[in-house]
């Protein structure tokens, strides 16, 4: 059995570049009411963790997560509250638009949807927002327990269908009964690795010492 991931909650941003550097990073996007609190729960195998984030002031914001040897894990806000001003969603669009373009660490981006209702059309053009900017992305289809055994074949291809990715690439989980958790904890680890993997080879010292030939450049005026 995999060990749960740490979830250290460290602190909340609204604004990518006032987030502590990260040496590899994933982010949890969703609709409100997806099941995200409890999808981090499940990982961190705690039982009100989320509700860090959920306190209020938090719900707003990107909120950073430690999950060991400098990686992190940022919860996004959660889209999809009609009820909020125009002024105040237009400003979280473009915090959460700022830290999925912006930040460097970041290597996945685990778009949550539900698994028993499918994606809604905020979740198909945010899907289409992250493919047309070429984000790394996998979809999460969460509640699976919610999906009658019979019917799971047929879910499992219409929502791939409705997010534009394919049924295998879709990671389906539980966070009530625990199915697909230590599956998702194994990719996440996964992407973690080969990020901080990168990021210390860019900042290895060896480079340094290297001999570096600076190409020359005779147009190139730096101004
Ligand atoms: P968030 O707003 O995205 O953080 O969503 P929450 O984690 O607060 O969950 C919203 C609702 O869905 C709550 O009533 C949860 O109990 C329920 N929920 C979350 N995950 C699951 C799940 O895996 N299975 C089922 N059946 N219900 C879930």
Redesign the pocket.
């Known amino acids: 059995m995999s060990a749960p991931l740490r979830f250290e909650f460290v602190t909340s941003a609204d604004d990518v570049y006032r987030l502590p550097d990260s040496q590899a990073e994933v982010a949890f996007l ?13 990982l961190a195998n705690h039982k009100r963790l ?1 509700h860090t984030s ?1 306190t209020p002031g938090r719900t707003q914001l990107l909120n950073l997560f430690e999950l060991g040897n400098g990686t992190t894990a940022v919860d996004l806000p ?1 889209y999809g509250f009609a009820a909020v001003p125009g002024a105040t969603r237009s400003g979280w669009k473009q915090m959460i638009e700022g830290y999925l373009l912006e930040r460097a660490a970041l290597e996945m981006i685990l778009v ?1 949807v539900d698994g028993e209702i499918g994606p809604t059309p905020l979740d198909v053009s945010t899907l289409a927002w992250l493919q047309l900017n070429d984000l790394p992305h996998t979809v999460v289809a ?5 999906v009658k055994p019979s019917k799971r074949g047929q879910r499992r291809s219409e929502l791939a269908d409705g997010c534009n990715v394919a049924a295998e690439a879709v990671v389906w ?5 625990g199915d697909g958790i230590e599956k998702l904890r194994g990719l996440i680890l996964g992407w973690l690795a080969t990020g901080s993997k990168r990021s210390r080879t860019v900042a290895s010292p060896n480079r340094a010492t290297d001999p570096v030939e600076e190409p020359y450049d005779d147009e190139h005026e730096w101004n």
């Open positions: 969703g609709r409100s009411n997806v099941g995200k609190s409890s999808l981090l729960n499940a989320a959920k959660g949550l969460a509640k699976a327990d919610k989980v539980s966070a009530a009964k």
